[in-house]
């Protein structure tokens, strides 16, 4: 009965690589996110989609390509992956009724670069 | 945008004591006044939220207060257990047709010295 999943938990690759990162949520919300927490801990938002309809874009590098086959699932999708891009990955949903509410974070996707 | 600016960034006190952390934020239609508590390798999980038309709020030994002239609000933590020891994000959000938004603090990561 996990609200927001990921897949996968810990993710490591060589630079240059493309690689996906897939989140799903069962709670029956509208909106999903992606953020990045960087080595400091800082956490920044990405992307947002609603309804399968792109949102937020948060000047993120084209490299990052997130999709959105239902409202259910957000996946994220990396090309030409670079050391800075090493971090853990947060997806999360929230209602998205127009109110702002509590947002359910997955569990991480820990990304390292070599 | 929004910018929230968290202090201190790192705080120690000892089990039984209290804590407070203190937040800032810059978007005066800002509405919605989250606290999300992260302990090491987990996910942000919300311990306790406030909306703006309430100046405070308290969830047994967790309490929080805003002050929308000030744009100011504060976390606190009375008779901390070990168990507190976690790294503390304030959030800052407004209600916006589906497009809301979490603008987080830079983090604070509390120690309880047994």
């Known amino acids: 009965d996990t609200a927001v999943s990921q897949t996968p938990k810990y993710l490591v690759t060589q630079m240059g690589n493309d690689k996906s990162i897939k989140c799903e949520q069962n709670?029956?919300?509208?909106?999903m996110y992606w953020y990045k927490q960087d080595s400091k801990k800082f956490l920044k938002i990405m992307f947002s989609y609603n309804n399968k309809e792109l949102i937020i874009n948060e000047t993120v590098p084209n490299r990052f390509s997130p999709k959105s086959p239902d409202k259910a699932h957000l996946n994220l999708h990396i090309n030409s992956l670079e050391l800075g891009d090493s971090a853990v990955y947060f997806c999360?949903?929230?209602?998205?009724?127009?109110?702002?509410?509590?947002?359910?974070f997955g569990p991480g996707t820990r990304l390292t670069v070599l | 945008g929004e910018n929230v600016e968290q202090h201190p960034s790192t705080l120690s006190v000892q089990e039984g004591d209290s804590a407070v952390i203190k937040c800032t934020y810059s978007?005066?239609?800002?509405?919605?006044f989250p606290w999300y508590k992260q302990e090491l390798g987990k996910r942000p999980q919300l311990i306790i939220d406030?909306?703006?038309?309430?100046g405070e709020k308290k969830d047994q030994r967790i309490a929080v207060t805003l002050n929308k002239t000030a744009k100011h609000f504060s976390l606190h933590i009375t008779e901390t257990q070990p168990e507190d020891s976690a790294v503390y994000f304030c959030a800052a959000s407004k209600s916006n047709f589906g497009n809301e938004k979490l603008t987080f603090g830079t983090g604070t990561r509390l120690t309880i010295i047994p």
């Open positions: 709670l029956g919300h509208d909106t």
């Open positions: 978007d005066s239609a800002s509405n919605y």
């Open positions: 999360a949903s929230t209602e998205g009724s127009g109110r702002a509410n509590e947002q359910f």
């Open positions: 406030i909306r703006s038309n309430v």
